[in-house]
T-cell receptor, first 114, second 115 residues
Framework: AQSVTQLGSHVSVSEGALVLLRCNYS??????LFWYVQYPNQGLQLLLK??????LVKGINGFEAEFKKSETSFHLTKPSAHMSDAAEYFC????????????FGSGTRLSIRP | KAGVTQTPRYLIKTRGQQVTLSCSPI?????VSWYQQTPGQGLQFLFE???????NKGNFPGRFSGRQFSNSRSEMNVSTLELGDSALYLC??????????????FGPGTRLTVT
């Protein structure tokens, strides 16, 4: 079975500060991992994905995430927060099978203070 | 390629009625999944269809049903609506072909309000 835990349902940072959103996963098989972003009243948009090619993954809007197998983590970071980054972020895991469900975390709401 | 489209975008229904939501996946995607999103319960998986067959199912009552057509378009039906069914319903499609990494692409959602 697979699962995802996002630590912190709400994170608030100042504009220009480092953004760190935490995600830990559980998987008995090598996983694929994703981060999605959701703006109010919109669908989820794929930010980045880990598919084993490289442990440090770069995504859109300056975000990146590092896959750490020893820590079963896939934390999302951005060096300098922008007001437009305020949104909800979801971490997700699936296995390397087309028939597997994608399991989503409970989400982290990111607020940016001016 | 065009993205995932969902119709209608907004819907208001009365308790006891039934509703049908529609989803058109990205061209070439044969897998379509549906999710319910509410402030209290977050993002919850309803079901996945692949090649017109339900492949995975979440923990929802039988009032929630779906189907998929030969062109991969999918519909979701909710019968005997309850106030608690008010939510954003999201559809997502994914590629399952060779070389795919199975990420899902989401539509904008249908906002259902039950009064």
């Amino acid at each position: 079975a697979q699962s995802v835990t996002q630590l912190g349902s709400h994170v608030s940072v100042s504009e220009g500060a480092l953004v760190l959103l935490r995600c830990n996963y559980s998987s008995s098989v090598p996983p694929y991992l994703f981060w999605y972003v959701q703006y109010p009243n919109q669908g989820l948009q794929l930010l980045l994905k880990y598919t084993s090619a490289a442990t440090l993954v770069k995504g859109i809007n300056g975000f990146e995430a590092e896959f750490k197998k020893s820590e079963t983590s896939f934390h999302l970071t951005k060096p300098s927060a922008h007001m437009s980054d305020a949104a909800e972020y979801f971490c997700a895991v699936t296995s390397r099978s087309s028939a597997s469900k994608i399991i989503f975390g409970s989400g982290t709401r990111l607020s940016i203070r001016p | 390629k065009a993205g995932v489209t969902q119709t209608p975008r907004y819907l208001i229904k009365t308790r006891g009625q039934q509703v049908t939501l529609s989803c058109s996946p990205i061209s070439g995607h044969r897998s379509v999944s549906w999710y319910q999103q509410t402030p209290g319960q977050g993002l919850q998986f309803l079901f996945e269809y692949f090649s017109e067959t339900q492949r995975n199912k979440g923990n929802f009552p039988g009032r929630f049903s779906g189907r998929q057509f030969s062109n991969s378009r999918s519909e979701m039906n909710v019968s005997t609506l309850e106030l608690g069914d008010s939510a954003l319903y999201l559809c997502a499609s994914k590629s399952t072909g060779g070389g795919s990494t199975y990420e899902q692409y989401f539509g904008p959602g249908t906002r259902l309000t039950v009064t």
